[in-house]
Every structure is written in C-alpha cells, then in structure tokens.
C-alpha cells in the first residue's frame, strides 16, 4: 500500500511539473496569434477581418500592395511553407520591408475565407491597396515560385 | 414539423424511460409493477433504433435530398456502398449509429442477465441512462431534419440533387473507419457502468460482466484508431500514419487508459482486494475520455483536419463529461477512504503488485501526455485569447515525451511477462543490466537517428528541453524492445507447455498481443527515421514508355495516363477531347476547336486578356480570353477558338465561350507507372488523383515488398504535359501494419475462450 500511494504521489509530481513546463514554454516560445497579430515562419502579420481593415488603411498611406496569408494550425504543409518559403532570406526581406502582411486562420477567419473563396491552406492572395486581387498563390509552393511573383506584384503596384 | 424518423426517436426515448423507471423503482423501493415491462422495453427500444439507422440508410440510398443530412453528405452520381457511407460521414449519423450500439449492448445486458441480480439492474439503470442521454443528443442533432424547416425552402420544393460526399471520403476506407471507432465509442458503456456500480456498491461481480464488453472495446477502438492510420497513409496531406492532430490523439486517450484497465483488471479478477479502485477508475477514466474525445470533434473549439465545425450538443457533452468525472471522482474518493488499511508484510518495492501498478501509471502518464498536449492550448485560447503551438512542430511535443515512457513500459513488459517470485533476484539483474543498456545507448552519436529529427528546420527552433530530450538517440530503445521480444518468446513457450486448452489458448492470446506492441513500435520507430524523400520528380508525358532516371539510381516508367469519372460518366465534356489536342495540334491549326472543361488555373494578364487552364478528363491545357472573365477557379466551361502557334504548348485563342454545368462530382486521373533502382524494378501500380468536392484528394501508388519496405509515390495531377511525383522509400511500415493485425487476433484468441468458460 505504502509503495504504490509513492508512486502515485511520485507520478503527480512529475506530471504536474511537465504540465507546467510546456505550458510555460508554449506561452513563451509559440505564440501563433494575440490579440492583434499573427507570428508566423518569424514573419508578423496583421490578423483577421479587422487586420485586413487595418492592412488596407496602412498600404493605401504607404502605396503597398496587400498579402493575405491563409493558415491553419493542423495543416501539414503550413509549416513547412512558412519556414521555408516565407521564411526565404530573399522572399522575407520583400515581404517585410514592401508589403502589408495579414493572416487568416480558416479555424477562426471562416467568413474571410470563404467570400475570397479559400478553402484549404496554405493559400496566398495578393492584392493592390484597394482590395482588387492581383494574383492566387494556392498551395505549398517553394521560395523560387514565389519570389518573381511577390517581386512582379510589388512592382505592379508602385509602377501605379 | 416533426418527421417520421424523429417521432421513432422520441417514442424510443418514452419507451427506454419506461424500462429506466422500472428499474428504479425496483431498486429504490422494491416496487415491481414495472419490472416485467423492463425487458421488454429495451428490446423493443432497440428494435426501434435498428429500424431508424436502416431507416436513414433508405433514405440515402434512394438519395431523399428533402432531408438535410443526406442532401449534405450524399448525391445521385455516387457509388451505392458511398451512399450507405454517407450515413456516418457528419455528426448527426454518428449519434444515431453511437446510441443505435449503445441500445444494442442495453438489449445484450437485459437477454443474459435477465436483470436477476442487483449488479445486473444497476448496470441497465447506468447504460439506460446514458443510452437516453446520447438520445436526447441525436434528437438535438438529428439526421433526420426536414429541409422544409429551413425558411428559404419553398414548401414541396426537391432538391435536383445532393452536394456529395467530400472527395476525401469516397474511399474504402471511409466505409470501415467510422462504424469501427462509434462502436468502440459505444461499446465503453458497460464497462463503464459495471465500474460505476462497483465504486457505489462494491458488488464484486463487476468485473466479470463486464469483461467481455472492455475487450470488444479495446479491439474496436484499437481497430479504428489503427484503419484511420492506415488511410491517413495513404492519402496525401494527413501526415502519414500518425500526425498527432487533435481528433487522432483525442481516440487514442481513452484507448490507452482502457489498455490500463484490462491490465488492472488482470489482476483484480484473481484478488478482489487488488487494484479495487485502480481498476474501476481506469474504467471511469475511459469512458469520461471517450466523451472528452465527442467533445474535440464536435465542440468546434479544436483545431483539426477532421472539421466537422461547431454545433449545438458540444456544450451538453462538456456537461455529461464533467458529471460523469465528478461522480467518479467522489466516488473513488470515498472508495479510498472506507477501504481499511490493510497491514500487509512489507514485501518490498519487487512483486507483482507494485510492478504492475508501475504499468498502469505509465498507461496514465502516457495517456496524460496526449491529453494535455491537445487540451492546454485550447484552455489558453480560451482565456488569454492566444493561439499557441506546443512546439515549433506540433509531432515533436508528443514524440518527445512519449518516448522516455515507452522505452520504460517497454521494459516493464519485459519484466512482468515474466515474473516469478521465485528468480526473482536473477530476473531484477536482467531487468538493470537492460535498463542501464538503454540509458547508455540513449547517448551514442549517429548521423541522424534521434528522437528528433536534426536536419529539420523546426529542431532549431525547439526549446532546449525538447532539443535535449530530442538528442537522445534512438537505437536506445532497442535494449528495451528485444527484451520485451524475448520475455514474451519465453512467456509463450510456457503457455504452450500448458495441457488444458483454454489457458493454453488464452495465454497465447497475450503473447500474441505483446508481440504486436513490439511490431507496432518497430515499424514505427524505423519508418518515421528512415524514410527516404525524393521531391518535385517531374515526367513530362511524351516520356511515356520510357525508363527516365532521376537521380539518386532511381529510375520511373510512367506506363499510361488515364482519366476516369469515379461513377463512370464520362462524356459530360463536350467537344474535343484535350489530349487529342495535346497529341497533334498542327492538325487543329486553321480551323475552330471546341473543347471542355473545368477550369483549374486562373491568370489575368494585366489588360491583355485571362490566362485560363481547363482541364477535362483526358488532360489540361492553356486558353486565352481577349478580356476579364466572371468565371471562377472550379467552374466549368465550353469554348471554340483557335489553337495558337508559337508555344512549346499548345495555347487556344477563345472566340467564344460558355459556361458548362459540371453534373459529374468526382473525377479520377491514374498514372500507372514502375519505379526502378538501379534498373531493378523495385515497385509499380497506380498512383490516383481525385478531383470533386472538397478539394481535391491524393492516393498514392504503394507497392510493398516482401521485406516491410514500401515504395510511395504520390501524383498530385497531370498539367501541362508533366507528371508530377513525389518519390518515398519507407522502410519497416508493414511491422507497424503487421502488428496492428497481431493485436486483433490475440485480443478475438482472448474473447473466444472466455465466452465457452460462460
């Protein structure tokens, strides 16, 4: 009796404390999504409809053309996208200093998703900043895919 | 307006109400006015539910779109086995079909105990009630729902047709996976109920009834869980055969738990004073986790492949499984508390007891892994409005801490299977040499067989515990698993000394399903760190015929490129076919063509006109538009022009255009091809590509061979003239598979003895 009450008591401890701790870790190391935005790849996004409001506001003053990213935390490829396609030395440097970046999870952003017709991520949409759609970008492509395309939308919208 | 099909439930519920208050009046007040009626009730309650499930199985089959249910998951141009399908492909059906085997096990309990003993009418007063419950549930969100009740429906208005069955499901697989897991779901009832009764009443028959159901459980749930591995294999996008997403794991909880229980129970039916809480609650455990897993898939508030979306029961599931963990909770409490201190003789940490307990807490520990890894970040979106990861990569949390507690279970295995009070100091010897063997090998440096993969990019990302922890190499658990192989090698060969056949046949049952955790974590382990990944393979079409090598010794035939619609309509394309384009486009120059199509690519050019791709059944090709065009991505389109010279493709020019209904849903493009290496063919067959609803799905060419090792190729549809694979080697998968099948045949050896024994 007195062996297994130690053991239990042992197993406790010891679950109570990896709760703990990647419960922390996760606060502290991967948040996806607060309140405003959206961490992804180490890219930072403007996140859901009122991000796109706010996107929209922000590339009309600064004559930048909008990237809508559309996520999901389950989605396989999402990862890998991120990492190494967003997070493409060459495609993030555009990304970040030319663009306005917004995300849109398909778990929370459904409404989005369907009125620009998006229905399994990853899945890019670029726009000019009046919301027209310049080019779809569906699926996981690679870095050399879509660097000519974030380069060519880029300039399409400053050439205006 | 309340239908044919609801208004059988609801007499279902006042009938299983009446046997339910029965019940209790006999038990509470000895009344038995009801009594006879009881049986009687519950039989024909379970009739009722019977006629309801094949009730909206006729439904389906003759594609009755006025009910909202089959008009979601069905249409006329599916194959009959998918319409039956459809019937538990959305949460309404699966309700039906959970209470339908809830009802049926009711009806097993009322036949052989013929509610004689108090345990016996307890246990009916426990599944009734939630057999009820899970009614009330299905009527909520019933199947059968009246399009009529939707106010935008014209009264006598019928629907032309359904809007089918998502691409991904018109699968065999989709007609085994789903019944396997509700059954399993279901069949948790008794055991439950039969602890219940226990915690409240000690009555120590429990156990006994409610065998047989645990077992049935375990292979069902076990069985389920292991064909939505199978299929997740063998489509593309899921992950491979196990990808830790919420609503797997959430099936896979209350599996381990019960796993735990019938290693409790084990023990428990040989001293009753063994494990006389452990064992009921373990019981509890699993029943509360199935509930914890309806609610991952049906509160909308995890976040999975398996979108099923939000909906109106996830909340009075939350509310069942909190009941039902607090009555648990209480009642093992109070358990615990009466049960008197029993001054046993200290026999040490080693005997049977102690070693076994350290079993099942392994089966908590691990179980706890799981459900905290899906449920903490759901809990801090919640309340701090945060979407978290649980690690850079979502797998690598489970893998990380799961693996230091396999390797131990492993080892525990190895040590129980065998023990004997007797050699016990030589066995405790082998049990430390084997355990310091794994510790040390834990340390040795390989090129890249760890826990966690270090070549990925999301290992740097990774904190230092779990790079820690993911460092840890794997050959360690191979101490643990030929211990484990050789205890249970030698606990067999003792089972077939036995003369007396049903332990005989028992025994090797267990050994069976000991040698499948072994399988199981081999081809696991092996084909998760050994698979080989050969990307972006692109044969172009005129390579037909042709070995083309693509590096690495590896070499493709692509044999044959056809197009077939999945329920044999295939002239909805009018017009010329695009591959008699494709093949000789001089010879279409200087005249109109007509073709057809869906559109599957959309470029505007900037002013000069739209790029549009179209795709038929036979292939695709480029059209140009002079201006903008409403049509969208998915639509369907006919139109004539000419072909356009100058282009390595052929490109047509669009003088006129119309818009086409797309009747037929599902449409499949096979590429029949033969893999090489070093010009030894090493697999072939054919690699699918399916467009419909939903999206599109794709089912990859896998070739086994005689050594475990499979050849993967997945063809994600033809366009423009090329092919595009992705070549995998996967080595030791069919262990996994093998092991699998190990399981279900030593668990039916198992039942099958018992059930002659009575």
Redesign the interface.
């Known amino acids: ?4 009450k130690l ?2 008591i042992l ?1 406790l401890i ?2 109570i404390s ?2 703990y ?3 922390n ?3 502290s ?7 405003e935005n ?1 961490y992804l790849g180490g890219i930072k996004f403007y996140r859901s409809d009122f991000g796109l409001e706010k996107g929209f506001q922000v590339a009309q003053q600064e004559n930048k053309p909008v990237m809508v990213y559309f996520w ?6 999402c ?2 996208f991120q ?2 396609t967003l ?1 493409n030395p060459d495609v993030k440097k555009i990304l970040e200093q030319d663009y306005v970046l917004v995300a849109m ?1 398909l ?1 929370v952003d459904r409404d989005v998703s369907s009125r620009y ?1 998006v ?2 991520p990853p899945y890019l949409i670029f726009m000019d900043p009046n919301g027209n759609v ?3 970008v569906p699926g996981a492509v690679d870095a050399n895919y879509l660097l000519p395309i974030v380069t060519q939308v880029r300039d ?1 919208v400053r050439s205006k | 307006m309340i239908t044919f099909g609801d208004s059988i439930l609801y007499v279902s519920v006042f009938l299983s109400a009446i046997a339910l208050v029965g019940l209790i009046l006999k038990e509470l007040k000895n009344i038995d006015i009801l009594t006879r009626f009881v049986s009687p009730m519950i039989l024909l309650t379970t009739g009722l539910l019977t006629f309801a499930y094949l009730l909206i199985t006729y439904y389906f089959v003759v594609s009755d779109f006025t009910y909202e249910y089959v008009w979601q998951y069905s249409s006329r141009d599916l194959p009959m086995i998918y319409k039956i399908a459809g019937t538990w492909a959305g949460q309404p059906g699966t309700y039906l079909l959970w209470v339908w085997v809830i009802f049926i096990s009711a009806a097993w309990l009322a036949q052989t105990t013929k509610h004689a003993t108090p345990l016996a009418r307890r246990t009916q007063i426990i599944t009734l009630a939630t057999g009820i419950y899970f009614t009330v549930l299905t009527l909520i969100q019933t199947p059968f729902k009246s399009i009529y009740e939707f106010s935008n429906v014209p009264p006598g208005f019928v629907p032309p047709d359904g809007s089918g069955l998502n691409a991904l499901l018109v699968n065999f697989w989709m007609t085994v996976h789903p019944p396997l897991m509700f059954i399993g779901y279901a069949a948790m009832t008794i055991p439950f109920a039969t602890a219940i009764v226990y915690l409240l009443t000690k009555d120590e028959g429990w156990e006994e009834l409610g065998r047989q159901w645990a077992r049935f459980t375990w292979l069902f749930l076990g069985m389920g869980i292991a064909v939505g591995g199978v299929w997740a294999y063998l489509v593309l996008g899921w992950g491979g055969f196990w990808a830790w997403d919420p609503v797997e794991t959430a099936s896979f909880i209350p599996w381990l738990t019960l796993t735990g229980y019938l290693h409790a129970a084990a023990l428990h039916r040989k001293n009753k004073t063994t494990f006389s809480i452990a064992a009921p609650m373990l019981a509890a455990v699993s029943f509360i986790l199935v509930l914890y897993a309806a609610i991952v898939v049906r509160s909308g508030l995890f976040n999975s492949v398996h979108a099923f979306g939000e909906t109106s029961t996830g909340s009075l599931l939350l509310i069942s499984a909190l009941v039902t963990t607090i009555v648990s909770l209480v009642l093992g409490m109070r358990r615990y508390f009466e049960e008197p201190e029993t001054v046993e003789e200290d026999r040490g940490f080693w005997n049977k007891t102690n070693i076994f307990y350290t079993t099942l807490l392994l089966f908590v520990v691990l179980a706890f892994i799981s459900f905290w890894g899906i449920t903490f970040p759901v809990f801090i979106q919640l309340t701090q409005g945060l979407k978290v990861g649980v690690a850079s990569d979502t797998k690598n949390f489970f893998n990380i801490w799961s693996y230091p507690f396999t390797i131990i279970l492993l080892l525990a295995l190895g040590f129980c299977l065998n023990y004997k009070e007797s050699e016990k100091d030589k066995q405790i010897k082998t049990l430390v040499t084997v355990a310091a063997l794994s510790v040390i090998t834990m340390f040795l440096r390989t090129e890249n067989f760890y826990v966690l993969d270090h070549a990925s990019p999301f290992f740097v990302r990774e904190p230092t515990v779990y790079k820690l922890i993911g460092s840890i190499s794997v050959i360690s658990i191979f101490p643990s698993l030929i211990y484990a192989t050789w205890a249970t090698v030698k606990r067999l060969q003792e089972y077939l000394r036995i003369t007396s056949l049903r332990p005989r046949i028992k025994g090797i049952g267990i050994a069976i399903v000991h040698f499948g955790v072994v399988f199981i974590l081999f081809g696991a382990v092996i084909s998760s760190n050994f698979t080989y990944t050969m990307n972006n393979v692109n044969i172009p079409l005129s390579a037909k015929g042709n070995l083309v090598d693509i590096g690495s010794g590896y070499s493709v035939k692509v044999l044959d490129l056809s197009t077939s619609s999945l329920t044999g309509n295939t002239d909805s394309y009018p017009g010329t076919p695009i591959a008699d384009v494709l093949a000789n486009p001089s010879s279409f120059e200087g005249t109109s063509v007509k073709i057809s199509g869906k559109i599957t690519n959309l470029n505007s050019l900037q002013g000069h006109g739209t790029l549009v791709e179209l795709t038929d059944n036979s292939g695709s090709m480029w059209v140009v538009f002079p201006g903008n065009i409403t049509e969208t991505i998915g639509a369907g389109l006919t139109v004539t022009g000419n072909i356009m010279s100058g282009f390595d493709t052929p490109v047509l020019s669009v003088v006129d255009g119309d818009r086409l209904d797309i009747s037929d849903k599902y449409n499949v493009q096979n590429v029949k091809l033969e893999v090489y290496q070093n010009n030894r063919k090493i697999g072939s067959g054919v690699a699918e590509y399916l467009q419909g609803k939903g999206g599109s799905g794709t089912f990859p060419l896998v070739d086994s061979s005689i050594t475990g090792t499979d050849v993967y190729v997945i063809f994600q549809g033809e366009s423009g003239g090329i092919i595009p694979l992705t070549l995998k080697i996967i080595p030791a998968v069919n262990f996994a598979w093998a092991g699998i099948l190990l399981f279900a045949f030593g668990i039916i050896l198992i039942m099958a003895v018992k059930s002659r024994s009575g």
């Open positions: 009796m007195k062996t297994k053991l239990t197993v010891l679950i990896f709760a701790e990647s419960y870790i996760a606060l190391k991967f948040t996806l999504s607060d309140k959206t999901a935390i389950w989605c396989q490829y990862a890998k990492t190494d997070g999870d778990d017709g229905g399994y310049l080019q779809r399409t």
